[in-house]
């Protein structure tokens, strides 16, 4: 049973930074792909970024074009934890965030290729 758990969100003023988790467990995480998405209130949810899985690659990143250089997706395979490091965050980067898991579709922002999700962990950021 493949489960993911997010913590780290909360309130912020705008420029500041937070840091994402996601805990994993119940399968080999290591070989997964990951990744972290969005939704705001009344808005699609959305891809901001995604890592490779660590048996791919050397942990190849993606992020989309609303985040990159603001934002740094990261794995520690030893911990079964995912990260969202989130700096110069701004009012439009309030939403739910949550973290997604896949066997085989790698670097990808779209949430139909991704099966596991967790339940989201809150990022509020105030003018």
């Known amino acids: 049973q493949v489960q993911l758990v997010e913590s780290g969100g909360g309130s912020v003023q705008s420029g500041g930074s937070l840091r994402l988790s996601c805990a994993a467990s119940g399968y080999a995480y290591g070989t997964y792909c990951m990744g972290w998405f969005r939704q705001a209130p009344g808005k699609e949810r959305e891809g901001v970024a995604a890592?490779?899985?660590?048996?791919?690659?050397?942990?190849?990143?993606r992020y989309s074009d609303t985040v990159k250089g603001r934002f740094t997706i990261s794995r520690d395979n030893a911990k079964n934890t995912l990260y969202l490091q989130m700096n110069t965050l701004k009012p439009e980067d309030t939403a739910m965030y949550y973290c997604a898991a896949d066997p085989f579709r790698c670097l990808s922002l779209h949430r139909s290729n991704y099966r596991y999700w967790g339940q989201g962990t809150q990022v509020t950021v105030s003018s």
């Open positions: 890592i490779d899985s660590d048996s791919n690659s050397d942990g190849r990143t």
